[in-house]
């Protein structure tokens, strides 16, 4: 079992950055691939970023590719999203998953934070 509580989100404008947190409890954080996600309203919850266990690979959407930046720190249980050259299209609430294995697919993730919203203007 793993719980997962996000911070960071927050009103920024274009071209601004931010890094959102992802706080992880449970024994086997590290035996989990990790991912953010993002829904906008009317939207369907969409793929951003992923990193394996280990944090030896890391995989993007095209959308955020160079962008953004995925990272882990297993002896803290945290998972890092580092945002930067926001645009308004990124404008979405933001979650932290876990899954069994490393993937893009919102259907193999297990757990699930509670989101953060990140709202970027133009």
């Known amino acids: 079992q793993v719980q997962l509580v996000e911070s960071g989100g927050g009103l920024v404008q274009a071209g601004d ?9 449970g024994r086997t954080f590290s ?7 993002r829904q906008a309203p009317g ?12 944090g030896g690979s890391t995989y993007y959407a095209d959308s955020v590719q160079g962008r953004f ?8 249980n945290m998972v890092y999203l580092q945002m930067n050259s926001l645009k308004p299209e990124d404008t979405a609430v933001y979650y932290c998953a876990a899954s069994s294995h490393a993937s893009t697919m919102v259907v193999t993730y ?13």
Do not use: P
């Open 17 to 25: 950055s931010l890094r959102l947190s992802c706080a992880a409890s």
């Open 110 to 122: 297990d757990y699930w934070g509670q989101g953060t919203q990140v709202t970027v203007s133009s």
């Open 43 to 54: 939207k369907e919850r969409q793929f951003v970023a992923g990193i394996t266990w280990s």
């Open 69 to 76: 930046t995925i990272s882990r720190d297993n002896a803290k």
């Open 31 to 37: 035996s989990y691939a990790m991912g953010w996600f």
